[in-house]
């Protein structure tokens, strides 16, 4: 929370019970009880204030439902209590103790049953309310311009509705009027990316104007409209997903997507390949699947510029991929053939 804001939430408790402390002292009676009631609410309300500002409107509306549902439950269930002679004395105490469960109790399964209460007040008003299957997933500039959520969303493996900020959008179109080459190259890719979203058909796409002008980093604006939204992030930078974490924001990164999606590849399995260059030892020569995993094929050097099947020896992960280790599969049945033989 910024300081200015702390500031005025301060100054507004303050506020609060020095009006609560005016009103008593006009009225005659001990003034510093109100004072602390006033200051007590006052500093209820900011903290329901800062909570409230990172749920999605649609639970706090279903909320709002509960909350309603909850009390008028509570009132229907002391009634009858409150007609006890013997208990009179305390039902002004019974009557707050049970409005206050019940609408704890309301508002906690308002906010967790949000879509049957939307369904079923569908259902009674014979309208149909489009409840968005997979939530909201917020794109940052990163996987814009990386280009490859548009081949995922026309798969049909993205559910629910994409969303573009228009302070993202902002500043794709800054790095499209950049001065550097690379940069207006990408900028420019990024807006071809979010034209070729807006036409696939499989996932909605939807632009938002929401904006945080107290926040000044788009991560953070990102993470703040996540919160508003009860929405998840599309990205591709690994520091923002750390950071989401530590604000309890789902993440999905494409990166990690792409790494999850690779073959697995087991010791003794064969592949053909192109060798392109050489490798670091002597005799290796070097490959590429076509998800970019790098394959070491020993004794491959002399087939350089050929396709050749190979044969998994093993498999290193790296904190970078993979790295497969092959050798060359008429080699491996060779060496086979000898050892036979020897055995023999």
């Given at each position: 929370m910024r300081i200015e804001q702390i500031r005025i939430r301060i100054l507004f408790v303050i506020l609060v019970a020095a009006v609560c402390y005016g009103i008593a002292f006009d009225l005659g009676v001990n003034p510093w009880i109100y004072t602390l009631i006033g200051g007590w609410v006052a500093t209820i309300v900011v903290i329901a204030e800062?909570?409230?500002?990172?749920?999605?409107?649609?639970?706090?509306?279903?909320?709002?439902i509960g909350i309603g549902a909850g009390l008028v439950i509570a009132n229907l269930v002391t009634y009858p209590v409150l007609l006890i002679a013997n208990l009179r004395h305390i039902a002004p105490l019974i009557l707050l103790l049970v409005n206050v469960i019940c609408a704890s109790i309301g508002l906690t399964v308002g906010i967790k049953r949000e879509r049957d209460i939307l369904e079923f007040f569908a259902h009674l008003t014979g309208k149909k309310i489009q409840l968005r299957e997979g939530g909201y997933k917020i794109l940052d500039t990163s996987v814009i311009i990386d280009g490859r959520i548009a081949e995922i969303?026309?798969?049909?493996?993205?559910?629910?509705?994409?969303?573009?900020?228009?302070?993202?959008?902002?500043?794709?179109?800054?790095?499209?009027?950049?001065a550097s080459s690379t940069k207006r190259t990408r900028g420019k890719r990024g807006l071809d990316i979010i034209n070729r979203l807006q036409k696939q058909d499989l996932v909605p796409v939807e632009i938002v104007n929401t904006d945080f002008p107290?926040?000044?980093?788009?991560?953070?604006?990102?993470?703040?409209?996540?919160?508003t939204m009860g929405a998840k992030i599309v990205t591709n930078d690994y520091n923002l997903k750390?950071?989401?974490?530590?604000?309890?924001?789902?993440?999905?990164?494409?990166?990690?997507?792409?790494t999850a999606l690779k073959p697995v590849l087991l010791p003794g399995e064969s592949l053909k390949i192109n060798i392109l260059k050489e490798g670091e030892n002597p005799?290796?020569?070097?490959?590429?699947?076509?998800?970019?995993?790098?394959?070491?094929?020993?004794?491959?050097?002399?087939?350089?510029g050929k396709e050749i099947e190979v044969t998994v020896t093993s498999v290193l992960q790296t904190t970078t991929g993979k790295m497969i280790f092959t050798e060359v599969k008429e080699e491996s049945e060779k060496e086979k053939r000898r050892f036979r033989s020897k055995v023999r």
């Open positions: 800062g909570g409230l500002s990172r749920v999605s409107i649609r639970k706090l509306t279903t909320g709002a969303c026309e798969t049909g493996f993205i559910e629910g509705v994409l969303i573009i900020p228009q302070f993202v959008l902002t500043e794709v179109q800054q790095i499209a009027d950049s107290d926040i000044a980093e788009v991560d953070g604006k990102l993470l703040q409209l996540a919160k750390k950071v989401a974490k530590i604000q309890d924001v789902m993440v999905l990164n494409i990166n990690e997507l792409a005799n290796q020569g070097i490959a590429y699947l076509e998800d970019g995993t790098m394959v070491v094929v020993e004794g491959g050097k002399k087939y350089i």
